[in-house]
């Protein structure tokens, strides 16, 4: 899963307990915005840095998924087309290496994206270099 983050606003409104609407809030000049990162949220599946980072042939990466479920990987370019895909099926639990390859593909920034059937994500980014 995702990290999650909760955003908490109060306003001077809120604080002596006037009733506002959604449609009708406004920010307070005075008011304070907090974001928290939720560190207990559970990681069903690990994406890890590409190495090496920048490559010039190929570059790999590890899958660790702790429970079994669908997984797409794919890789994207800087345009957001995915030009290579590296799995779309089922796994077990476990750990998997991937390699992408630079066959056929120009120089620049790609993303390697791994979603599971939940729609989680995981996203890493690879240079490649001639």
């Known amino acids: 899963m995702a990290p999650r983050y909760s955003i908490r606003l109060l306003a001077a409104t809120l604080l002596m307990g006037l ?4 449609a009708q809030a406004a920010v307070a000049p ?6 928290e990162f939720d560190s207990d949220t559970p990681n069903p599946f690990r994406l890890s840095a590409p190495s ?3 490559f010039s042939s ?3 990466l590890t899958l660790t998924v702790d429970e079994a ?26 750990t998997y290496s991937l ?3 630079a066959d056929n593909l120009p120089p620049g920034l790609y993303l390697v ?9 995981a996203t890493r980014s690879v240079s490649l270099v001639r």
């Open 19 to 22: 009733a506002v609407m959604p």
């Open 30 to 35: 005075s008011a304070t915005i907090t974001l």
């Open 52 to 54: 090496p980072n920048p």
């Open 58 to 60: 190929q570059t790999r």
């Open 69 to 94: 479920t669908t997984m797409t990987v794919a890789v994207h370019d800087a345009l957001g087309r995915r030009v290579a895909l590296l799995h779309d099926g089922t796994v077990s639990a476990g």
């Open 99 to 101: 390699r992408v390859e």
């Open 113 to 121: 994206r791994a979603t599971n059937g939940r729609g989680q994500t």
